[in-house]
């Protein structure tokens, strides 16, 4: 694992500017004894502040009675160096293995949420649910990020983005066009 | 504007392949005489078949109106050479001007909805509003995908992914791993 000296807090209202491209991640979660992980693609940023994600969490994974009955997750920012544990975690199931242990990942105490953190990954965002109106009809989960940290650098991480088939489109190039955005859209 | 010769169809239940990794999108609506134009970048694929695709499209916008109202838009998606007309289109309201005027884009009608496409998008997503029981709290559509076209080449298009701060990152390197994945994982 790495260790945590070179994470520094990320304020709740910046989340998006981890997820809001839309990478991977990994979403990790325990409940009365038992845990787990599992590769997510489909969340979208909802708000700054309170700071709100929502992602679909599909009933046939194993992990949706643990978020569901916790209350608490962790969504866990992975990059490239994680790829072939992201292809892992998706190709197989909680019910048969403890992810954290079969992919040789550390299981790290969060600082707000029951869920534990992956210790390796580059950013964790310790959330809360605060809406569970759209799970049954579209397994639709919306979190409040209550807590989040990440590594301070690299500033722009080699994210993972799924583009269906097994292909993966790596974070690119970086442009700057600050000078062109009017401030109140930043 | 790019003409409509290289366009093909794209399933419905293949929508995910441009719109998981997270891209900025433009989102085009009309309503009544009037259109507009929007930026948006917090949406999430939410089903396969139907192809249902959720965004926050905030009550502050002059857009929000016009999709509520109509009950349709589409989301459009640009590449690195619309990146001016993106950041034009975030910066400005669609109260003050025609924003396919102001920005020489081409308007041209949807094949299943009264909301116009982009024609200079790299793929044009037509959408019906089937869910709005969270708008009202959470400015969140969600959308089913009626039709979808999309440029046959390039195959990964040069996608922006906004980060926040005037920062964009590009899509980056392709990586195929689809050796490695279960089948039914695809």
């Known amino acids: 694992m790495r260790d945590d000296v070179d994470m520094v807090d990320v304020p709740l209202d910046r989340v998006r500017r981890y997820l809001e491209p839309g990478p ?3 979403v990790s979660s325990a ?3 038992e845990r787990d992980i599992m590769t997510l693609g489909w969340h979208t940023v909802m708000a700054f502040s309170p700071s709100l994600v929502g992602c679909v969490i599909s009933s046939g994974n194993h992990s ?3 978020v569901r009955r916790s209350g ?3 969504i866990n920012l992975p990059t490239t160096a994680l790829t072939a544990e992201v292809i892992g975690i998706g190709n197989s199931s909680g019910t ?7 992919f040789g990942l550390t299981a790290s105490p969060a600082t707000a949420v029951e869920a534990p953190r992956i210790a390796e990954c580059h ?3 310790e959330c809360r649910l605060v809406d569970d109106s759209l799970v049954d009809r579209h397994d639709f989960f919306i979190w ?3 807590a989040a940290q990440a590594r301070a650098t690299p500033a722009y991480p080699e994210t993972l983005h799924y583009t269906g088939d097994g292909v993966f489109m ?4 970086i442009i700057d066009r600050r000078s062109q955005f009017l401030l109140q859209m930043l």
């Open 24 to 26: 991977i991640v990994l």
């Open 31 to 33: 409940c009365e004894g």
């Open 64 to 66: 949706f009675e643990l």
């Open 72 to 74: 608490t997750c962790v």
């Open 96 to 102: 048969e293995l403890d992810k954290f242990d079969y």
């Open 123 to 125: 950013a964790h965002f």
């Open 144 to 146: 409040e990020v209550v």
């Open 170 to 173: 790596v974070a690119g190039e």
